[in-house]
């Protein structure tokens, strides 16, 4: 079991850049890890996604240019700087993350949520126009 708590959520003005983190309950390096989002109305999308031992990163086609995944090993925290944010970004961001043994699993569907077993509880963030 893994828990996961997200951070760094808030409002910010259309152009102007966020960090999300989001800190798991356990280390690991096989984990793959992933951001989504949902907007009131719409279906959880995914943003981006990596795995943990290290390797590619995945990003939708909306982001990417705009938006960094990373990871902290040591804190066992993972990172979504978000730049250039769109008043239509405005959504609830969570956090997700399942076990694998190998790399090559992330690779399957990584910006798809059934690929997620552990969700964190969400974090709005706001963009304003």
């Known amino acids: 079991q893994v828990q996961l708590v997200e951070s760094g959520g808030g409002s910010v003005q259309a152009g102007e850049s966020l960090r999300l983190s989001c800190a798991a309950s356990?280390?690991?390096?096989?984990?793959?890890m992933g951001w989504f989002r949902q907007a009131p109305g719409k279906e959880r999308e995914g943003v981006a996604a990596s795995y943990t031992g290290g390797g590619s990163t995945y990003y939708a086609d909306s982001v990417k240019g705009r938006f960094t995944i990373s990871q902290d090993n040591y804190k066992n925290t993972l990172y979504l700087e978000m730049n250039s944010l769109k008043p239509e970004e405005t959504a609830m961001y969570y956090c997700?993350?399942?076990?694998?043994?190998?790399?090559?699993?992330?690779?399957?569907?990584?910006?798809?949520?059934?690929?997620?077993?552990?969700w964190g509880q969400g974090n709005q963030v706001t963009g304003s126009s």
């Open positions: 997700a993350a399942t076990w694998t043994s190998t790399g090559a699993y992330c690779q399957q569907n990584p910006l798809g949520p059934d690929l997620y077993s552990y």
């Open positions: 356990r280390s690991g390096y096989n984990y793959c």
